[in-house]
């Protein structure tokens, strides 16, 4: 039986005009790096940093069109997380198990294309790859994942999945 743990959807949307949003978000602060403490899910690995921002509205209501997402998670309209990886960056394997406020993460591709895989203690089982065009979810609060970057920089959103969605409707 085909293992059923993500959903990988072609979108049609501005993204230029989400870039310039991201860019614009990126150069308003500095981003925080990742380390042992900064995570709910555990250390997340090396040349990764994120900033907290608001989505454009135009595109978040669009992908909430897809998949209901949060529109005020924790007090922050359209919140969201902007994710910059590096060519040697790898997303250690991590579970979402302690995250009860969201019903998933949606990952909007900016730049670059990513692959995101499953893994069996430390043994990738599957994996699948996408790119800016792709929105992607996944089953992260029961399976194990973790990713490397496949065209050496990477910029991805991170909306919040509504807590109250069911993700085997949507997967
Ligand atoms: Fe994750």
């Given at each position: ?7 990988l959807?072609?979108?049609?949307y ?41 989505f ?17 998670f ?10 910059e990886?590096?060519k040697?960056?790898n ?56 990713g ?24």
């Amino acid at each position: 039986m085909q293992l059923k743990w993500y959903k990988l959807i072609n979108v049609d949307y501005d993204i230029d005009e989400v870039l310039v949003w991201a860019r614009k978000l990126q150069l308003s602060q500095p981003g925080i790096s990742i380390d042992n403490n900064s995570s709910a899910n555990g250390y997340l690995g090396e040349h990764q940093q994120y900033w907290t921002g608001e989505f454009p509205q135009t595109q978040f209501d669009y992908f909430n069109s897809i998949i209901p997402l949060d529109g005020t998670f924790k007090g922050i309209k359209t919140s969201c997380t902007l994710w910059e990886y590096q060519k040697q960056s790898n997303l250690l394997p991590h579970i979402h198990k302690e995250e009860n406020e969201i019903g998933g993460l949606l990952i909007v591709p900016l730049i670059g294309k990513f692959k995101t895989s499953l893994f069996e203690n430390d043994k990738i089982i599957d994996s699948v790859e996408y790119s800016p065009g792709n929105i992607f979810f996944l089953k992260g609060k029961e399976f194990l994942h973790g990713g490397e970057t496949i065209d050496d920089y990477r910029l991805n959103a991170v909306l919040y999945i509504h807590k109250n969605v069911d993700m085997d409707l949507y997967i």
